[in-house]
């Protein structure tokens, strides 16, 4: 009876919660083609989660078992994305693209706002999950863009 309840516990602590692109995203989802206006486009949002980010290198932040946010973009391949988000904590960007990849950032973008740059962006879906540091969720205003705000 020990083994098995040793073996219960062993299995529930290896159960942990990850991002998981197959979950509606919270913050619902958008279409946009090369080109489009407004440029930026912008969410409201509650950046952070209960699940720490550990995955394709990113190592930091407390996001959403779900993404925040989905994009579909249309694209020919020519032009950037820059994926930023802005707000009043100390926030991160996680992002699965639409190869597949994990990207992430954490204060490139100035004053612990983050910024994904994907250059000549694949078309497709995007995951997007905008997190904090530590337990507290807090608002945040979610950016999409084809403009480097930096310039």
């Given at each position: 009876m020990r083994t098995l309840l040793l073996l219960a516990i062993a299995l529930l602590a290896t159960a942990v919660q990850a991002q998981d692109v197959s979950l509606d995203p919270n913050y619902g989802d958008v279409e946009l083609d090369e080109g489009f206006t407004?440029?930026?486009?912008?969410?409201?949002?509650?950046?952070?989660?209960?699940?720490?980010?550990?995955?394709?290198?990113?190592?930091?932040?407390?996001?959403?078992?779900?993404?925040?946010?989905?994009?579909?973009?249309?694209?020919?391949?020519?032009?950037?994305?820059?994926?930023?988000?802005?707000?009043?904590?100390?926030?991160?960007?996680?992002?699965?693209?639409?190869?597949?990849?994990?990207?992430?950032?954490?204060?490139s973008f100035g004053d612990g706002d983050p910024i994904v740059v994907i250059p000549a962006a694949a078309g497709g879906v995007y995951d997007i999950w905008v997190g904090t540091y530590g337990d507290e969720m807090d608002g945040a205003t979610l950016f999409i863009s084809e403009i480097d705000p930096r310039d």
């Open positions: 407004p440029d930026p486009y912008e969410l409201e949002l509650t950046a952070g989660g209960d699940v720490e980010v550990h995955v394709g290198g990113c190592d930091y932040g407390q996001v959403s078992e779900a993404p925040d946010f989905q994009l579909t973009y249309t694209t020919s391949g020519n032009s950037d994305l820059y994926i930023y988000a802005v707000s009043g904590s100390d926030t991160t960007i996680l992002v699965n693209t639409a190869e597949g990849e994990w990207v992430c950032d954490d204060d």
